[in-house]
């Protein structure tokens, strides 16, 4: 099992940029797909962006070309650029480790581990 923090959210105005930080414990943090998703009130959990141990990337839609997933294997940690945030933006982000082998995983019962999640506010 891996423990996830996340750290990073808070409260910024549109069009800012915020980074979030994924801290993994655990030995085999490079093999791990590691994902971010986001929830917000009264919506479902969705997929926001994931990366591989090859640094392979996919992102959802609604954040492509503003957003952008990193690794630090060295320091077991992914993190979320968020650059030109909308209101939209607004949720709990969460980020979540996968044992599976596989390039990018999007699809969230394949993840194993997740943390508890971090609050990200945009205003208008």
């Known amino acids: 099992q891996v423990q996830l923090v996340e750290s990073g959210g808070g409260l910024v105005q549109a069009g800012g940029s915020l980074r979030l930080s994924c801290a993994a414990s655990?030995?085999?943090?490079?093999?791990?797909?590691m994902g971010w998703f986001r929830q917000a009130p009264g919506k479902e959990r969705g997929f926001v962006a994931a990366?591989?141990?090859?640094?392979?990337?996919s992102y959802a839609e609604s954040v492509q070309g503003r957003f952008t997933i990193s690794r630090d294997n060295a320091k077991n940690t992914v993190y979320l650029q968020m650059n030109s945030l909308k209101p939209e933006d607004t949720a709990v982000y969460y980020c979540?480790?996968?044992?599976?082998?596989?390039?990018?995983?999007?699809?969230?019962?394949?993840?194993?581990?997740w943390g508890q999640g971090t609050q990200v506010t945009v205003s208008s």
């Open positions: 990366i591989a141990w090859s640094r392979t990337t």
């Open positions: 979540a480790a996968s044992r599976h082998i596989a390039t990018t995983i999007q699809t969230m019962s394949l993840y194993d581990d």
């Open positions: 655990g030995r085999d943090f490079t093999s791990y797909v």
